[in-house]
């Protein structure tokens, strides 16, 4: 067939008058070229796993307790001073309340620095941890997409189950079922408590809702009790985390830095049924 293909080729050149080309040949040493065989990829880039700012979370977190258990000691002063004011009514009873109240609402605006502090650095870690374990699943994903990382805190009525949802499903992901799982609950139910204890604190402070000073130490016993359970409880979640991706660095394949820190892992392979043989 190919020479009846040149001969053909030729008589058609030779009715134009025109002369025949040469055949590109190959030299006798050079391969001939044949198609690179496809390949499925089996690696690719992921975020890489905040473990350094797991380490900031399992500290503002440690800091924020103990600035809670400071504004317990300054609550019982606060409560005694407060009904010694009333009793009394003279001036040197009240100066002492008032220098006492200064002294607490000091500590408690440090509290507020330090929670806003735990908060940042708690949502930079969930958020970057479910990125990055958004690309490494190989089985469900998450409930809730990223940006309710951030806007589940702080939008009222998803506010009570968002963020458990997002913990939750990241301690399933990092395969802690048995370890870190059933502690969200109880860590969220702390959490609950603790904020809606210290609400009414504030409003005990203030004297507003029926409420006096006299009720902040009992107040702040609950909502300190409730900040250091939930804190010891999300401390443990965190470095439970933070060890299953320590591991998963130690696993996986570095590549080089382009744009951002990124590690390579390994993707699971489509299995392929073998046909059934007669």
Not at 132 to 153: D, H, I, N, P, T
Not at 200 to 206: G, I, K, P, V
Not at 235 to 255: E, G, K, M, N, T
């Amino acid at each position: 067939m190919g020479s009846v293909w040149m001969g053909a080729r030729s008589l058609a050149w030779r009715d134009t008058d025109q002369e025949v080309p040469p055949v590109p040949t190959l030299p006798a040493d050079q391969p001939a070229p044949t198609a690179a065989p496809h390949e499925a990829p089996t690696w690719r880039d992921v975020p890489r796993p905040p473990v350094r700012l797991g380490g900031a979370v399992v500290a503002l977190a440690v800091l924020w307790a103990l600035v809670a258990a400071l504004r317990v000691v300054l609550a019982f002063p606060l409560a005694s001073r407060y009904a010694r004011a009333i009793d009394w009514g003279d001036d040197r009873a009240v100066r002492l309340f008032m220098s006492t109240r200064a002294l607490y609402e000091r500590v408690d605006l440090a509290h507020s620095a330090v929670m806003c502090l735990a908060f940042l650095a708690a949502g930079l870690w969930l958020w970057r941890t479910h990125a990055y374990l958004s690309g490494v699943s190989l089985s469900r994903g998450f409930r809730q997409s990223r940006g309710w990382v951030w806007a589940g805190w702080v939008l009222p009525g998803v506010a009570f189950w968002y963020p458990y949802q997002i913990v939750a499903d990241i301690c399933w992901l990092s395969g802690l079922r048995r370890l870190s799982w059933p502690r969200v609950p109880w860590w969220w139910a702390c959490w609950i408590v603790a904020r809606t204890a210290g609400a009414f604190a504030s409003e005990a402070l203030a004297s507003s809702g029926g409420l006096t000073p006299a009720a902040v130490p009992v107040l702040e016993c609950v909502a300190a009790a409730a900040t250091v359970g939930g804190a010891s409880l999300w401390v443990s979640i965190v470095v439970d985390v933070r060890r299953s991706q320590q591991r998963a660095l130690c696993v996986a394949r570095p590549v080089p830095w382009t744009r951002g820190r990124r590690v390579e892992v390994p993707v699971r392979r489509e299995r392929t049924r073998r046909p059934a043989t007669a």
